[in-house]
């Protein structure tokens, strides 16, 4: 494999699930990962940033964590200034962390609101804006942010969850019409339905879970979409189903 060799990609959200499988897949194709999660391990749910740089150099990888706040500017400043220091570079950004809100609308806290927009859209516009510049400078680099159909379709998801993200695809749209002349690329990934961690907690062992695939199978979705530079594709929504050519 190792077509990502010598690169270096930053996956935040790698601590479980969907973010944590993205990880393994690119340090199996070569690329030195940090892998990055708000703290070190989970409260409610399975999974920790430990756990996940263990099994990528278990299988041979090579891999380092970080703990950060992608709501907090100045977190997500020294994250990437320390990950410049380190490698010297940052080849692809891979952001998978998630505020998911399952209450209704008249349920909605200020609290709720301001923290969903805070994760699942300024949280994107601190990274993408901390990493663009060292990209700018080498003509190369990969931003990739992950949505949902539920930003795009009402019901899928609470309304909180689905603006958000409908948000987080029209800045990516933006950042790439304005990064794509310095040769970047930015796109979105839809996993689609996945089997998480997180999920099963929230929604049970038990419920019908024949149609998910499992974070496995959509990370190579996502290592595909890392290989695309900006003059293959950019402003994008690329989603598992269009890995499997349209197959489910």
Not at 11 to 35: D, F
Not at 148 to 161: D, F, K, M, Q, Y
Not at 169 to 194: C, I, Q, S, T, Y
Request: net charge neutral.
């Amino acid at each position: 494999m190792n077509r990502l060799a010598g690169q270096s990609a930053v996956v935040v959200g790698a601590s479980r699930g969907i973010g944590k499988a993205i990880a393994l897949a690119l340090a199996a194709e070569g690329a030195h990962v940090t892998a990055v999660a708000r703290r070190e391990g989970g409260r409610e749910f399975p999974g920790s940033l430990p756990a996940t740089i263990e099994e990528i150099r278990a299988a041979g990888g090579d891999a380092e964590a970080a703990c950060c706040d992608i709501a907090d500017s100045a977190d997500v400043a020294a994250l990437v200034e320390a990950t410049l220091a380190r490698r010297g570079r940052i080849d692809v950004l891979v952001n998978s962390a998630v505020y998911i809100a399952y209450e209704r609308l008249l349920e909605l806290t200020d609290a709720a609101w301001a923290r969903g927009f805070a994760v699942n859209v300024t949280g994107a516009f601190y990274l993408t804006r901390a990493v663009a510049p060292s990209m700018i400078a080498r003509r190369s680099g990969r931003i990739i942010h992950l949505t949902g159909s539920g930003a795009r379709e009402v019901g899928v998801v609470s309304v909180l969850t689905g603006a958000s993200k409908a948000a987080l695809e029209r800045f990516v749209r933006g950042a790439a019409h304005e990064l794509a002349p310095h040769k970047v690329a930015v796109n979105l990934f839809d996993p689609g339905g996945v089997k998480t961690e997180r999920a099963v907690v929230l929604q049970g062992a038990d419920r019908d879970w024949s149609g998910f695939a499992t974070p496995a199978q959509v990370a190579p979705a996502a290592v595909h979409l890392a290989l695309q530079d900006a003059d293959a594709m950019t402003g994008q929504i690329y989603s598992y189903r269009d890995f499997r050519g349209g197959r489910p």
